[in-house]
C-alpha cells in the first residue's frame, strides 16, 4: 500500500526559510543559531524527501 502524504505549513508573510539542509543537519543549526531559545514560532521539517538531495531539513 503506498500513501501519497502532503507535507503543508501555513504561508510565511514575514520570516526567513532556510532549505536545501542536508539531512540530519537541521537540528545543529537551530543550536547553533540559538533558535531553541527564542518565543517566536519555528516551523522544521527533519528529513524530508528531496528530489535533488534524497533527504533534506528545513526551516
Known sequence: M???NKLQVE???RGTVID???AQVGFK???LF???ETDQRITIGLNLPSG???RKDLI
Open 29 to 31: 543549526l537551530l543550536t
Open 11 to 13: 504561508a510565511i508573510k
Open 2 to 4: 503506498t500513501h501519497d
Open 20 to 22: 536545501h539542509i542536508p
Open 34 to 36: 540559538k533558535l531553541t
Open 52 to 54: 535533488e538531495m534524497g
